[in-house]
Structure formats: structure tokens, C-alpha cells
């Protein structure tokens, strides 16, 4: 069966630094993936997806970026964060382009101070 | 553009009573996916259902229901026997873009 994992569950970060989550699907190859964040719990707003190794399609311009360095692997960062890009990040992989049939990860609120 | 519309922000339905929640949308394709989430206070969200546009018949999944209009673009859920476990955020979604939910309680 497939599962999706997404680390860290909770992050409380100071302005400035930098930021790095991560998501990594078992059980499928070439799973399409997404990063979504959701800002106070209502919404969900696309950031990035990616088809494939290295395809990386960005929503939202924004000081966010994203990348995929492995087939199940799909990777959130910023190099230096703004008070902005507090709240809920979700990650999720799909099987198929047409079919948005998400799973989901378990999310990880992000708290910039 | 792509939209998703959720006119509820809040919703209110006794145990064991139905409900139901709205949902349009906008497109200009004709094939295509739709979907209900739910995101319980735990904030994991969770597939409800699906509906597969060129099917004329409604997607069911347990207590879950859904009315397809596809001429009207509305794709409403429909809950019965509520249950207490089923207060939680659900969300319509179509292709990458989701609805601003709709929060649902749950009295006894």
C-alpha cells in the first residue's frame, strides 16, 4: 500500500532563516506531487507540483521554492523566511495527471517569529 | 479560470439527520474529475469521494453522497445518519484548485 510522510510535524522558525520540509511517498513510482499551504485553516492554496524528477511547476510566486531530487521525494524550502509564510503546509502525491485523487500528508504547521 | 465555490462557511445538522453541502464550480472542460474532502481538528485530510463527470450516475461511498449536475456545474454533498466523528471542514474540490470549505458541526 502507499503511504506519504511528511516531516517535521510542527516548526517554529525566527524571521530570516532558512527552511526546508519534506515529503516522501513509499509504495508508488512517479507519483505527481504537490505542495499546498493552507492559512488559518481555511483554503487550500497550490504552491507547487511536479510531474517527474527535477519538474517543478510553481503556482504562486513567492520567496518559497521547491524541488524534487528523487522520484518520491519532493522537498519545500525558502532561504530566508518571512513572517508571511506562517501556517499549515500540506504535501500530497496523486496517481495519475487527471485524477486529483489526493493523499495527503499529515501537514506541518509552520510558525515564523 | 478555474474556480471552486463553497457558499456555507458553516453548517449545523443534529446526529442522525442529513445535510447537505454546496458546491459550484467553473470549467470549460468536459471530462474530469470532482472531489469532497474532509480535514477532521487533527487537520489530515481525507478523500471523501469522487465523482467522474462523464458518468451520469451520482458517486456514493457509505453514509456519503453526491448530486452531480453537470449542466449547473454544482457538485453538493450529501451526509446522512450524521455522525458526531463526521464534524470536521470539508472541501469541493476540481483539478488543483479546493474550495474555502465549509465547517460542519455536529450536535447530539
Known amino acids: 500500500s502507499q503511504t506519504i510522510h511528511q516531516w517535521p510535524a510542527t516548526l517554529v522558525q525566527p524571521v530570516g532563516s532558512p527552511l526546508s520540509l519534506e515529503c516522501t511517498v513509499e509504495?508508488?513510482?512517479?507519483?505527481?506531487l504537490y505542495w499546498y499551504r493552507q492559512p488559518a485553516g481555511r483554503g487550500l492554496q497550490l504552491l507547487f507540483y511536479s510531474v517527474g524528477i527535477g519538474q517543478i511547476s510553481s503556482e504562486v510566486p513567492q520567496n518559497l521554492s521547491a524541488s524534487r531530487p528523487q522520484d518520491r521525494q519532493f522537498i519545500l524550502s525558502s532561504k530566508k523566511l518571512l513572517l508571511s509564510d506562517s501556517g499549515f503546509y500540506l504535501c500530497?502525491?496523486?496517481?495519475?495527471?487527471?485524477?486529483?485523487?489526493?493523499?495527503f500528508g499529515s501537514g506541518t504547521r509552520l510558525t515564523v517569529v | 479560470a478555474q474556480t471552486v465555490t463553497q457558499s456555507q462557511p458553516e453548517m449545523s445538522v443534529q446526529e442522525a439527520e442529513t445535510v447537505t453541502l454546496s458546491c459550484t464550480y467553473d470549467t470549460s472542460e468536459s471530462d474530469y474529475y470532482l472531489f469532497w474532502y474532509k480535514q477532521p481538528p487533527s487537520r489530515q485530510m481525507i478523500l471523501v469521494i469522487r465523482q467522474e463527470a462523464y458518468k451520469q450516475q451520482n458517486a456514493t461511498e457509505n453514509r456519503f453522497s453526491v448530486n452531480f449536475q453537470k449542466a449547473a456545474k454544482s457538485f453538493s454533498l450529501k451526509i446522512s445518519d450524521s455522525q458526531l466523528g463526521d464534524a470536521a471542514m470539508y472541501f469541493c474540490?476540481?483539478?488543483?484548485?479546493f474550495g474555502k470549505g465549509t465547517s460542519l458541526l455536529v450536535t447530539p
Open positions: 509504495g508508488t513510482s512517479n507519483p505527481n
Open positions: 474540490a476540481y483539478a488543483l484548485n
Open positions: 500530497a502525491w496523486a496517481r495519475d495527471w487527471a485524477d486529483y485523487g489526493y493523499t
